[in-house]
């Protein structure tokens, strides 16, 4: 999302905004968070409540689809040990940070997720609408299709679990082993999880504005369905990403976006024209025939002490992750 402009002067991350203020008016236009994201819940808690420097990182995790085998959850930026301007749950390794702060991020992630010692299966995110089938050991699974725009991934190269080389150039992946964790990193983009746990098949999709464009959240269902998910048994998670009230783009970016997906486009608190990426996701997932579909309505720009903006903090910042797994019934969990 970085291609729209600068955004505001970067701020202290402890700070945060003017939370109470930005928090009323955001419920005033779109409702109380836990009425758009029912089924998403920050465990243990919120990162205020936790406070800056919790024992281990607060998540935004699908509660209810841990039962049914899926691991699905969103990361904030707390919990971590990377410092300013990463600070401090930086999961992005080609921002600046230090490569073993960032390995030790994603251990802590993986940890309290019930994910330990499962290699971590990431694109090289390109804003297209590419999608990664990944299989056993990092294979591809199954026959290429023909008609699809999803590829087969190739092995996982060296290094620890956590901090394998990409497989290839795309903005999805998707699979049906329970060896391994999807995960795509985020700074205001839309994170996008999908499960269809009674098939076995999950997915994660990175959706900027250019990848909602070209149809990427549709690629990641239908890629799902090549795998033998249903849709209409699918769940789709949004979760945090810029809001419509701080994303002011031109007039060929909410064109571009807005003509495919009306429901993304939004103006900000001054009027100014904009897109609600997530809100498109949302449409997307709808449309594509997606049987559930939760937003996370969190604004990556407005929450300061939750969320790595790269808008508000103008580039320097660190990435948050979306990530999913399947899991054996009844033995994921949080810690």
Request: contains cysteine; hydrophobic residues 45%.
């Amino acid at each position: 999302m970085s291609g729209d402009g600068p955004g505001p002067a970067g701020r202290d991350w402890r700070a945060g905004p003017p939370q109470a203020a930005r928090a009323a008016e955001r419920d005033r236009r779109v409702g109380p968070p836990r009425a758009r994201a029912a089924g998403l819940v920050w465990r243990p808690g919120t990162p205020e409540a936790v406070g800056p420097d919790p024992a281990w990182p607060p998540v935004l995790v699908a509660e209810d689809l841990l039962e049914a085998g899926v691991v699905a959850a969103f990361t904030g930026r707390t919990g971590g040990s990377s410092a300013p301007p990463f600070a401090t749950l930086n999961l992005g390794l080609a921002v600046g940070d230090d490569l073993r702060r960032v390995l030790a991020n994603r251990r802590r992630v993986a940890t309290v997720l019930g994910l330990a010692g499962r290699p971590w299966a990431l694109a090289r995110q390109v804003h297209g609408a590419t999608i990664v089938r990944v299989g056993a050991a990092g294979h591809g699974a199954g026959p290429p299709a023909a008609d699809g725009p999803w590829v087969e991934a190739r092995a996982f190269g060296q290094g620890p679990p956590e901090g394998k080389p990409p497989l290839g150039e795309a903005d999805g992946l998707v699979t049906a082993d329970a060896g391994v964790v999807l995960a795509v990193l985020t700074a205001d983009c839309a994170p996008v999880l999908l499960a269809d746990p009674g098939a076995g098949v999950v997915g994660a999709v990175h959706a900027g504005w250019r990848g909602l464009a070209a149809g990427v959240v549709e690629a990641g269902v239908a890629a799902m369905a090549g795998l033998g998910a249903d849709p209409a048994a699918t769940v789709g998670l949004v979760g945090p990403a810029v809001g419509g009230c701080c994303y002011e783009v031109g007039p060929d970016v909410r064109e571009a976006v807005g003509a495919r997906y009306p429901a993304a486009l939004a103006t900000t608190r001054d009027g100014r024209p904009a897109l609600d990426p997530a809100a498109g996701a949302g449409l997307a997932l709808e449309r594509a025939g997606v049987g559930e579909v939760r937003v996370a309505g969190e604004c990556t720009v407005d929450l300061a002490g939750r969320h790595f903006s790269h808008r508000r903090d103008q580039g320097r910042t660190g990435r948050q992750a979306g990530l999913i797994a399947l899991a054996p019934s009844g033995t994921g969990g949080v810690r």
